[in-house]
């Protein structure tokens, strides 16, 4: 069976959705006065080809043969740049299958946009101005069987007239969460979700939408409500925060490799390497109470240390949401052992699998943070995502041990709190 596929929204995406942006990116980047609104004057002043199209800008900023050059390969760099792959798609396309695409950028640029972002069949690309969208195309292209694309004109009623069966395809769009979430942040966890590279149906795929729907901007909130600079992020825990906050901010801080057990053995090595890591810093805990950490700081310091916890009930310190859960902790799974006495640490007890999923998206995550504005805070906002979290199923799947002074996993998170994503939605946002 044949398949042709759509281009854009359909096996790639622009990275901020509305393909204007591209044009936004250029008049900032260059000084280009008004270049959004005169590129797309040029445009329809055009035969909608990119040779074309710059053939009128120059006119316009009465540009040199090398300044059109120079910008129009500016405009091919871009697009390239920030095209983003939609993986469920992408993973379809076979060796023999058409792309058809109503384009003004050419073919070769097309098929570079596509390389970069992991196709590798050998397929057939066909570019034309409005050839399907006035339904010419389809009878100079070789026999169909099916047709994919997002524009309901074009990719479904035009190949349908013509007798091919069309779907229509609509995940690109922005989903019920990321429009409430709104803005930069909703646009982020856009991208970070089509790149979802497991099978649709998987537990991994549903563990890297969830990440992508409530770990990651849960992270990003919690990293801009967060000071920059002169922090120790306890690990395990911070594992992920601590990388998405040094991209937030583009400062480094401290690891503090840390436990309850670790505390309350001491030991002179532990009680130098604090000295030596965390002391005089502010400590950075995904969720708690603080008071295992100021309890050893009372005794060995005489003082009351600086903590910072994304959730908690707090003993000592504070918190950025006051939610009694552990659940934030489920989604954040460090590849390394709970420390014991130090420097010893207990067996890792995650899955491979699961803490493998969870880094990628958030390797995802920070590849694609410097495309968009995200140091806003909002811990309303933050406090609705760790309350989805806690309605998810990412932690009735992900074993946890919260006690490592007795060797036990715990399988303790009830499947009936994980929800229908409508129902927990619209308790969170109500």
């Known amino acids: 069976m044949t398949t042709s596929w759509d281009c854009f929204d359909t096996l790639v995406t622009r990275m901020r959705l509305n393909p204007l942006t591209v044009f936004d990116w250029m008049g900032e980047k260059y000084g280009l006065p008004n270049f959004t609104h005169r590129r797309k004057a040029a445009e329809s002043r055009s035969p909608e080809m990119l040779f074309s199209i ?43 299958d058409l792309i058809v695409s109503d384009m003004y950028l050419p073919r070769e640029v097309i098929e570079a946009i596509l390389r970069k972002n992991g196709l590798n069949k050998a397929v057939s690309i066909y570019v034309s101005t409005g050839g399907k969208s006035s339904g010419t195309i389809w009878k100079h292209l070789p026999s169909i069987d099916l047709h994919i694309g997002d524009n309901l004109h074009s990719d479904v009623n035009s190949p349908s007239a013509f007798g091919i069966d069309a779907k229509h395809y609509t995940n690109f769009e922005l989903n019920t ?117 100021g309890r050893y700081w009372a005794e060995a310091f005489y ?45 890792n007890e995650f899955d491979k699998d699961v803490l493998e999923c969870q880094k990628l998206a958030v390797d995802k995550a920070i590849q694609y943070m410097p495309y968009f504005s995200l140091k806003q805070e909002n811990l309303g906002l933050l406090a609705r995502l760790v ?44």
């Open 54 to 96: 710059y053939e009128e800008l120059a006119k316009d900023y009465q540009w040199t043969e090398e300044q059109k050059a120079f910008y129009k390969k500016a405009e091919i760099q871009a697009e390239i740049e920030q095209c983003v792959p939609i993986e469920e798609n992408l993973r379809q396309v076979k060796d023999g």
């Open 177 to 293: 969460l990321e429009q409430l979430v709104g803005g930069e942040l909703g646009l982020l966890m856009r991208v970070v979700r089509l790149a979802n590279p497991y099978e649709p149906g998987t537990i991994l795929h549903r563990m890297w939408l969830e990440q992508s729907q409530l770990n990651v901007p849960a992270l990003i909130l919690a990293s801009a409500s967060l000071p920059s600079d002169n922090l120790a992020f306890v690990h395990r825990d911070c594992v992920h925060l601590q990388r998405i906050h040094e991209q937030l901010h583009g400062c480094q801080n401290v690891a503090f490799h840390c436990s309850r057990i670790a505390m309350e053995k001491k030991g002179d090595a532990w009680n130098d390497y604090v000295i030596n890591t965390a002391k005089g810093r502010t400590i950075v805990d995904l969720q708690g109470t603080g008071g295992s950490v």
């Open 303 to 347: 003082e009351r240390p600086e903590i910072i916890y994304v959730t908690g009930m707090m003993a000592v310190g504070k918190a950025l949401v006051t939610i009694p859960t552990d659940v934030i902790e489920r989604f954040n799974s460090s590849p390394l052992g709970s420390l014991g006495m130090f420097p010893e640490r207990f067996e």
């Open 387 to 430: 309350s989805l979290m806690y309605h998810s199923h990412t932690p009735v799947w992900n074993n946890h041990q919260s006690n490592h002074a007795i060797d036990k996993v715990e399988h303790d998170w009830p499947a009936a709190r994980a929800l229908d994503d409508t129902i927990a939605i619209g308790m969170a946002f109500e």
